[in-house]
Every structure is written in C-alpha cells, then in structure tokens.
C-alpha cells in the first residue's frame, strides 16, 4: 500500500513527509522535485510568501544512489519564513513568550480559524491557521513528485491546466501536447494554455488586486497513459472516482470536483453523453468515441485519459476583511488580515496533480504488486499482454 503523511506548520520549522509503499529501483531525481515543487510556487496572484521561500526537499531516508530502497521515504522542506517566527512559534516555551505571540483572535469567515479554534480550544486560531494553511501542499507535492516517477515507469503521466479564473474560461478543449509545453514553461501567469483566455484570467485577478479581493477558479488535471482496470466496481472505497474525488476535495479551498464532462451531462441526454465502444482490429485496441466520462466508468479507468477538475473557493483572507466577531470580547470585529495569496488557481492545479498521482500510484502499487520496480514493471507487462489478447 501506498501510504503517506505530511507534518509542520506554516510558519514552523519545515514541513516533513514520509511515504511508505514505493518498490525499490524507482529512479528519482531531487531535481524533478524541485521543479514540482517550483511549479506550485508561481503564478500571478500568489502572496508575498512565495517571495520569501524557494523550496527544495531535502530526502533523508529511503532513496541511495537515486534509486528507492523500499524502506519508508522521508523529505524535509525547509521554511525559509521560520527565522522571522522563532520567537513566535517555539517549540519549547520560555520567560516572556506571551508578548511575542502573534494571535489571530478575529476569525477569517471561509478559514479554518473560528471551528478549529473551538474544536481545539485555544483562545485564538494562530494555531489553526499554522496547520490549515496550504503551506502544507508543497509536501504533497514532493510526495506527488516520487508518484510520478513511479507512474512514468509505467509511461502514466499526469498534467494540469487551469479552465477558469472567476467568470474567464477557457472555451476550448485543450490536446494533451499542450499541456506537456505549459508544463515546460519557466514563466507562469495562469497557467492556461490559450493566450488570449489567459489574458482575460489575468484581468479577473488584477480586478482583485485592486479592490482587496480575491478569486477562485477551476483547474482540470489529466493522467495520460492510462491502462483499462485500475479501480474497481465491487465495493464502494475501490472506486477510483470516489478516491480520486476525495484526494481533491481534501486540497485547502477546493469546494467541488467534476469526473470528465459531469456537470454537462447532468444537463444532457443520455445519447449526447456516453462514449460510444469502437475496436481498432489492426492494433487490437478498444477505443472510444469521445472522452466525456472522463477516462472512468463503474469506478474503473477505461484506458481514456483520465479528466478531474478541481473546483477553487476564493482565498477566505481579504485585504477588505469580512464581518466576524473578535474571540476575546465577543464583539463585532473585521476579521484578521494576514499577507495573503489573491489567486491560486494554477498552483492548485499542480497540487491536484500530484493528488492524482498519489491516487493512481497508490492503484497501480495494488494491482501489480511487487517489492522491486522490475518486479512490479513483469506485471505490469503481464496485465498489458492480457489485456491485448483479450
Ligand atoms: C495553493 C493554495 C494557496 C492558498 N493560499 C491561501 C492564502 O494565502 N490565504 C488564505 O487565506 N487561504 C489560502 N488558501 C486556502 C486556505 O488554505 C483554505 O481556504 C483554508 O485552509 C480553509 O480550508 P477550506 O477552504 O478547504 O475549507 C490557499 C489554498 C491553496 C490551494
């Protein structure tokens, strides 16, 4: 089983990941990381923050020679934030530690703040915000990045684009190749791969610069290479949709998920939905007519690409703070502002990305088994073999 946990807070220390369930011989690359881990820093609307930190895993366990062991793997992300906050978030306390906190006593409405607070009974939500904050995803990342390198043993690989900043969509279905270059870019706006949509993106952010508010979207990531059968019908928690769903929905601030075309099928006829059966007999290869299921049917891949979206709340923290009430004397207060991301759309895109890379490692981990790569790649071959003679 593929298995993973991440720690830290925001403004602590580092943020630490351990994964278990990786083969041994899976080559891995610190520089693949970090370039995942690169992409989620950027795009037009990202915070002062991600001024501050450039982040890096540094793995301490599990991988010699560039290669998995099998042994749990662990990485350390540095906080580079953390030598402002020493005082503020010590682990042991000292003489004098009050007047360094920094509280957070008037709740953000749409944060974690006010039912953490309650939840975990502090006096203020400084220590919900520190573990609620998405500061947590550039371990994800790191985790999603070691899924990859799985996956593309297995020529699976996994990309996203972002469809809509606010009320600008993209109008257009996107090809696969244009996700690889909108991959390959060292500049980020919004992470759309049309220009001109991106342009209309951009203006949706800038409209919330300058009124102090902020902006969701939608981000859709695609898994490219993907065989027939991983999942399952039979019981409900094999279902690859569901586990899929719940990997996105558990992202900071996403609020809804969508498999493949879904909200325009809910909206359509039966006839104008589903994806009609064809067989290529040349390449003995089953086929579809169109991808609107998403690559998923019965809770199984179907050998399409598979399509998730994510769909992104605006960030909860406004420069223009909504109503709440101050925790101390219970009266009515603006909530707390603090540096703050304004858009966020294409950085949550790569962490949906390594969301389904988790999802689908984790699969594929339970299908063809093995303790070693080679082990798991004869399988692999095996299933394929099968799957073409079928
Ligand atoms: C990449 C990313 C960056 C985020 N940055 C911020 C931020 O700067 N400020 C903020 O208030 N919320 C930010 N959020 C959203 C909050 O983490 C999230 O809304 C909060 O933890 C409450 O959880 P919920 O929205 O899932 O209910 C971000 C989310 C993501 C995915």
Known sequence: MFRFETAGESHGECLVATVTGLPSGVPIAAEAIDRELWRRQQGFGRGGRMKIETDRAHIVSGVRHSKTIGSPVAMIIDNADWKNWTETLPVEDYEGSEEKKKPVSRPRPGHADLAGAIKYDFPDARYILERASARETAARVAVGALAKALLAELGIEVLSHVIAVGEARLNRAAQWEELVALSKRDEVLLGCVDREAEQRMKEVVDQAYRTGDTVGGVFEVVAHG??????????????????????????????????????????SFGSKVQDTIHYNKGERHFHRGANRAGGLEGGMTNGEDIIVRGLLKPISTLRRPLESVDLTTREPALAAYERSDVAVVPAAGVIGEAMVAIVLASAAIEKFGGDSLREMKRNYKGYLDQVRNF
């Open 226 to 267: 993907v065989p027939a059968g991983l999942g399952s019908h039979v019981t409900w928690d094999t279902r690859l949709d569901g586990r899929l769903a719940q990997a996105i929905v558990s992202m900071q601030a996403v609020k809804g998920v969508e498999v493949g075309f879904a909200a325009d099928g809910a909206a």
